[in-house]
């Protein structure tokens, strides 16, 4: 088993920055890619950016390219999302997931991932 606990989400203004944390305990947590995903209200849960286990390969939903990045320090077993230059459509709750994933498009599908956390809240103000 692997537990995922998310942190790091708020209240922000609109142009504001945001590092959401994903601090993992279990299983061996260097082997599995780690995808952060969101939900915002009455909408599905949608693919915002993945990493790769060495942390080489990184991967972003078009809606937050050039203003997110993605980062994993395997040492600490923590994956980061900074979030710069938000903007009120990225209010959400984002989930934090891992799973044995190695395809560039299985890294956007929610179900290729075995593990998840329960959710921080982002909410950015206009």
């Known amino acids: 088993q692997m537990q995922l606990v998310e942190s790091g989400g708020g209240l922000v203004q609109v142009g504001g920055s945001l590092r959401l944390s994903c601090a993992a305990s279990?299983?061996?947590?260097?082997?599995?890619?780690v995808g952060w995903f969101r939900q915002a209200p009455g909408k599905e849960r949608e693919f915002v950016a993945a990493?790769?286990?060495?942390?080489?390969?990184?991967y972003y939903a078009d809606s937050v390219k050039g203003r997110f990045t993605i980062s994993r320090d395997n040492a600490k077993n923590t994956v980061y999302l900074q979030m710069v230059s938000l903007k009120p459509q990225d209010t959400a709750v984002y989930y934090c997931?891992?799973?044995?994933?190695?395809?560039?498009?299985?890294?956007?599908?929610?179900?290729?991932?075995?593990?998840w956390g329960q959710g921080t809240q982002v909410t950015v103000s206009s």
């Open positions: 997931n891992a799973g044995l994933v190695y395809s560039d498009y299985d890294v956007q599908v929610l179900a290729e991932y075995d593990y």
């Open positions: 279990g299983r061996t947590f260097g082997k599995y890619t």
């Open positions: 990493i790769e286990w060495s942390g080489g390969k990184t």
